[in-house]
């Protein structure tokens, strides 16, 4: 993200830190979405991805940030549960008898429905409850008679994925153009003690009949496919296969670790869900890219900008690279 940062940018931004150096970090992202029109689809400035690359440019030596500025108010400490929640019955019925089944969104993270959501994680479900990545909806299920009896979430796709990339048949420029349109299950819990035929499939056909809407209506913009991975050595996948989701294979499960320090524990199925009709056109169609030069006073700075003015690189670094190659071969 911070190499969309250009030079002058950067400037831009040291001359403000000297100018004010009492600016807030938050104050100075925000003007620097208004700087670069940084905004999400529903209109609202992209400030936590831009208080992410401030911090990498930090990092890097780039510019110096303010110190963080103490909050000043505390968070309230979260209510303990109730038992009812951490022990729930036994139940052993049909989805008819179960009586009415909401599923209810998670309006925020502080709200007491996001209790209930992270401790039914955290009991029951065996990755916890996250974090989780990037955009992200949660649900919780409950029984008119029996209470709580599940748990989902959703939240941004895997960054790169073989076998799906594969099956989508999209091109590089596309795969980053319209990822965001890919989401994830990455979490759905059936409380272990909740034994009722047919009730995880059913939840999911429902969950998926919202999660448009309630997608468009958060973040401004609407997925089309759904991704989920299962662990073979857990679980058979019986609730996707009812529920009419694909299998396009497994994935790789390297053995070093991730950039998060984290390794993978085995090969996981993934299973993957249309929910348009035009699902590959929309993710295939690749961005449209502006031919024309940059015209003056924005004129080249260096022989090597001008000469590969028309190179396409998705990272701004690479592109600066070249730059440097290729006056270093000249010279």
Same mark, same amino acid.
């Given at each position: 993200?911070?190499?969309?940062?250009?030079?002058?940018?950067?400037? /831009?931004? !040291?001359?403000?830190?000297?100018?004010?150096?009492?600016?807030?970090? =938050?104050?100075?992202?925000? %003007?620097?979405?208004?700087?670069? +029109?940084?905004?999400?689809?529903?209109?609202?400035?992209?400030? #936590?991805?831009?208080?992410?690359?401030?911090?990498?440019?930090?990092?890097?030596?780039?510019? #110096?940030?303010?110190?963080?500025?103490?909050?000043?108010?505390?968070?309230? =400490?979260?209510?303990?549960?109730?038992?009812?929640?951490?022990?729930?019955?036994?139940?052993?019925?049909?989805?008819? !008898?179960?009586?009415?089944?909401?599923?209810?969104?998670?309006?925020?993270?502080?709200?007491?429905?996001?209790?209930?959501?992270?401790?039914?994680?955290?009991?029951?479900?065996?990755?916890?409850?996250?974090?989780?990545?990037?955009?992200?909806?949660?649900?919780?299920?409950?029984?008119?008679?029996?209470?709580?009896?599940?748990?989902?979430?959703?939240?941004?796709?895997?960054?790169?994925?073989?076998?799906?990339?594969?099956?989508?048949?999209?091109?590089?420029?596309?795969?980053?153009?319209?990822?965001?349109?890919?989401?994830?299950?990455?979490?759905?819990?059936?409380?272990?003690?909740?034994?009722?035929?047919?009730?995880?499939?059913?939840?999911?056909?429902?969950?998926?009949?919202?999660?448009?809407?309630?997608?468009?209506?958060?973040?401004?913009?609407?997925?089309?496919?759904?991704?989920?991975?299962?662990?073979?050595?857990?679980?058979?996948?019986?609730?996707?296969?009812?529920?009419?989701? #694909?299998?396009?294979?497994?994935?790789?499960?390297?053995?070093?670790?991730? /950039?998060?320090?984290?390794?993978? +524990?085995?090969?996981?199925?993934? $299973?993957?869900?249309?929910?348009?009709? $035009?699902? /590959?056109?929309?993710?295939?169609?690749?961005?449209?890219?502006?031919?024309?030069?940059?015209?003056?006073?924005?004129?080249?700075? $260096?022989?090597?900008?001008?000469?590969?003015?028309? #190179? /396409?690189?998705?990272?701004? %670094?690479?592109? $600066?690279?070249?730059?440097?190659?290729?006056?270093?071969?000249?010279?």
């Amino acid at each position: 993200m911070w190499s969309r940062i250009h030079c002058s940018t950067i400037a /831009q931004i !040291e001359e403000t830190l000297r100018v004010e150096p009492s600016l807030s970090r =938050r104050a100075l992202s925000l %003007r620097v979405c208004e700087w670069l +029109q940084w905004r999400a689809p529903n209109g609202r400035v992209k400030e #936590v991805s831009c208080r992410k690359a401030l911090l990498e440019l930090d990092r890097c030596g780039l510019i #110096v940030l303010p110190a963080p500025q103490q909050s000043c108010f505390k968070r309230s =400490r979260p209510q303990p549960l109730t038992d009812g929640l951490m022990d729930p019955p036994e139940v052993g019925c049909t989805v008819e !008898e179960l009586g009415e089944i909401s599923i209810v969104a998670v309006s925020s993270r502080y709200s007491s429905c996001s209790r209930i959501w992270n401790a039914l994680m955290e009991r029951f479900h065996y990755l916890g409850k996250g974090p989780l990545c990037g955009a992200q909806i949660r649900y919780w299920v409950e029984s008119l008679r029996y209470g709580w009896v599940g748990a989902l979430a959703f939240s941004a796709a895997q960054w790169r994925l073989r076998e799906r990339d594969k099956y989508i048949g999209w091109t590089e420029a596309a795969r980053r153009a319209n990822l965001n349109r890919v989401v994830c299950n990455s979490r759905f819990l059936i409380v272990s003690s909740v034994h009722v035929p047919n009730l995880a499939s059913h939840v999911l056909s429902r969950c998926l009949s919202r999660l448009v809407d309630d997608w468009t209506e958060r973040y401004g913009y609407a997925p089309v496919l759904v991704e989920t991975f299962v662990d073979p050595s857990r679980f058979a996948a019986t609730c996707y296969r009812a529920a009419n989701w #694909v299998g396009v294979g497994q994935t790789v499960a390297r053995s070093t670790a991730y /950039q998060n320090g984290k390794v993978a +524990q085995g090969r996981k199925e993934i $299973h993957v869900y249309p929910i348009n009709g $035009h699902w /590959q056109q929309v993710l295939c169609t690749e961005p449209k890219v502006s031919l024309c030069l940059r015209a003056r006073p924005d004129a080249p700075a $260096h022989w090597t900008e001008e000469e590969f003015s028309m #190179v /396409q690189f998705f990272d701004e %670094r690479l592109k $600066h690279r070249l730059f440097t190659l290729a006056a270093a071969f000249f010279a």
